[in-house]
């Protein structure tokens, strides 16, 4: 029921799409002559939908969820396993490649990829220098919830071990949320960053492709961490190092 709900609200769309909608549509009304309530709420979706298209807001609400974990530093352990969460992402499995090859003794984890792909992201690993036999794909787990129970079920970690975590910078509180939750304490590494260290000068204007990008993805991850925390999925609103 959860895996439903957590899609459902994305059957219309995108947040930006569903902003230029609902702009689009009390336009319309007002153009026709209705009532001066659908003239107010026209000129509010104009104004939200110019602030979140030509202003660093996108940036600004994605700088806090990709920066939340630092960047992985290496330390004198060696991990027991490494684990990348699935996704679009190309980022993910090239850095459990890579931190496969470095290594050669840890055990490797790709969760959540569909069985239609598993051959595919055999594939990719060899072609990227890695070992597809040392690679233990999971297939069902459809959501970040289900990565970490299916994770927590399949691995069975022990306190003293040590488990790298590899996903998109901006899901990591989330992951690492939904693995703490299930008692799987994890070391984040954040791949895939679309924020720089700093926060932009809200002075200058940013690309709107830009700005549509940082909207849809950072609200998605906002959501995201209020609902997975409505639901009991995680114990924090805000998982942090």
Known sequence: MFYF????SWLFGTPMDTLLLFA???????????????????????LVFSIASFTPVGYLLMFP???????????????????ALGGEESARVTALVELGR???????FLLGIGKDHVEQLQAIT????GDPKRLVI???????????????TIIRPHADQHWVLITSARHMPRAVGCFRADGFNVIPYPVDFTTKYN????TKPIATAHSFTYV???????????????????NDLWPGP
């Open 138 to 152: 999971e297939s069902e787990s459809r959501n970040t919830s289900e990565n970490a129970v299916n994770a927590a």
């Open 126 to 129: 060899a072609h990227l220098g």
């Open 24 to 46: 689009v549509i009390t336009t319309l009304y007002s153009a026709l002559g209705a009532s001066r309530r659908a003239a107010i709420l026209a000129a509010i979706g104009i």
């Open 5 to 8: 709900f957590s899609k459902a």
């Open 216 to 234: 849809n993805l950072a609200i998605r991850e906002w959501i995201g961490l209020i609902a997975y925390r409505l639901a009991g999925r995680t």
């Open 199 to 202: 926060p932009p000068d809200g």
């Open 102 to 108: 470095r290594y050669p003794e840890s055990r490797l």
């Open 65 to 83: 969820l990709e920066n939340r974990f630092p960047r992985w530093q290496p330390g004198p352990q060696i991990p027991d396993g490494i684990i």
